[in-house]
């Protein structure tokens, strides 16, 4: 059963998932055919090796702790921490802590 996605006009709850955030997967919260917003969950020690987006990214951190890697520096993000990249930038990312990240892209159709 596919979780249903967010509709227009309404609120989408991103609280801390504490203790829930070790049973809870990574899902998409809202998705258009221009925007996609995702709560990315990963668990301590997990790498996305380096990729791109054809568009534009946010990364926000909710919980926990990653290091975000791009443009030869490596960022510790921690919560309250958010970063965009324009599109085509190379980028991973390695959970230190299990945690959860709101990632939003800008979706390129050509």
Do not use: W, Y
Not at 34 to 52: A, C, D, N, Q, T
Not at 78 to 85: E, H, R
Request: proline content about 5%; some cysteine; hydrophobic content about 35%.
């Amino acid at each position: 059963m596919a979780i249903p996605h967010a509709e227009s006009g309404t609120i989408i709850k991103i609280d801390p998932l504490k203790q829930k955030l070790s049973e809870t997967k990574t899902h998409t919260l809202a998705k258009t055919d221009k925007l996609e917003i995702i709560r990315l969950i990963m668990k301590k020690g997990k790498e996305i090796s380096p990729h791109s987006s054809p568009g534009p990214i946010t990364v926000q951190c909710l919980e926990g702790r990653v290091q975000f890697s791009t443009q030869g520096k490596d960022l510790d993000m921690v919560p309250g921490n958010l970063t965009f990249l324009n599109g085509c930038e190379t980028h991973s990312v390695k959970a230190i802590e299990d945690s959860s990240l709101l990632l939003t892209l800008q979706i390129m159709k050509h």
